[in-house]
């Protein structure tokens, strides 16, 4: 089916979670996929609904609360995996299973352990099954592009005659070139049975940098639904960057023959900062599109050119993908309904406590920093958004130091609603802070990584401190803003501290991860 119009199906909640860093909860779930229905995505995977009852949970939350777009859990073909899928989109108005299997005789014989016959009898039972619950039922051939082309016509032709309409094509390993993807999409499209009524999908990991290129490819040759993730998150190198192939069919429609997507591209710049600031995963500096240098212009020449015509340089503007940056937004004068009122502008739903919380960060921020951007509002409510129950609070922080001196932490944090107290000092400001809370915590996490950025330009910038911390092969992060880089490290750490304790908590089963 070749239309003008290509699908983009989300896949930041599930192949994207499969980051290292990048698990969220279920409250985290629900935030982004609101947003990847107001940025227009027409599928989002929610989860992998039999990998744990924390993913299956968080499918059905989605498929409960959103309305326009459909929403999808994947399973592999055993019974079980397709059941439990269909259970977890049960209420969703526009439900999907997506079931996949390998097709390449690298994974039969040495992951399966399968011969090609029974491979195809697995497509044909899961497929049916799938649609005894659902309609709209995608089958993925995994390792399709190191699969023999004539038996992924055979797993196709027997996917589509028991009811699939979408059929994917997955470069799971990242090995293919943007040709021998186009290639392989022609060469299906013109063998399998029924293939005028199914969409051909493409979904592409990013182990030789080729993710985007290969998806450009393949949709010329006719591919209708990209599969793909916000900030291009993802196993290993990660999978197709969403923002990338939205833009450059946008930027150049003249190359792709029109083809219209259904995302507002104003959200892409939003969607990208919460995704960064629910995992703590910032994007490259020189990150295409969303990246903080994508549209800065060092070089004098440029600059000049710029701003003499912005044409010069600037292939697309920054408003196009809703980064209105350095933009004066509020003042210490400005008032709950125009705080209130320039979240909702910047897509940010903020509610209850949570909005209280909000707009006294936002208060006290004004009366510190004379000038608040778009940024430091996303910088503070994500900081004051409460995503899991949190057990541990930062309630404050004496330090003193200097040259000469070894410096002293005095941190107070709640503990089950208890306060508490603890003093240390350490090596630099940052460690004594650290060795405070861990003595207080009682915690034997080991930490594994540190960065603070600034939010904003100019010198009275809100620190963001993000911290990796790892226990028992977890790892989690936690982040902090604050526009005192002390207070925000604090805040960093029992943010993790915070997040490591609800993982322990909720009990997983096996999870088949690693796909
Ligand atoms: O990369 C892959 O093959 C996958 C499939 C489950 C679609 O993620
Ligand atoms: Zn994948």
Redesign the pocket.
Known sequence: MSSQRLRVFDTTLR?GEQSPGCSMNLHEKLTLARQLERLGVDVIEAGFPIASDGDFDSVRAISKELSETIICG?ARTGNLDVERAGQAVESAKKPRIHV?IATSDIHLEHKLRMSREQVLEEVDRAVRLARTYVDDVEF?A??ATRSDRDYLVQVFDAAIAAGASTL?V?D?VGYTTPKEYGALIDYLSGRVTGAEDAIFSI?C?DDLGLAVANSLSAIRAGARQVECTINGIG?RAGNTSLEEVVMALSVRSDEFGGLKTGITTQEIYPTSRLLSSITGVQVQPNKAIVGDNAFAHEAGIHQDGVLKAAITYEIMTPESIGRASNELVLGKHSGRHAFSDRLIELGLKVEGEDFERAFRRFKSLADAKKVIYNEDLEAIVSDSVHTIEDRFSFESLTLTCGSGRAPNALVRLGLDGVSLEQAATGVGPVDAIFRAISELLKTSSELIQYQVHAVTAGLDAQGEVSVTIEEDGRRVIGNGVHEDVMVASAKAYVNALNKLEWHKKRRDVDAPRG?
């Open positions: 192949d994947l996949f993925s995994e390792d994917n997955p799971t979904h990991h196993e796909i």
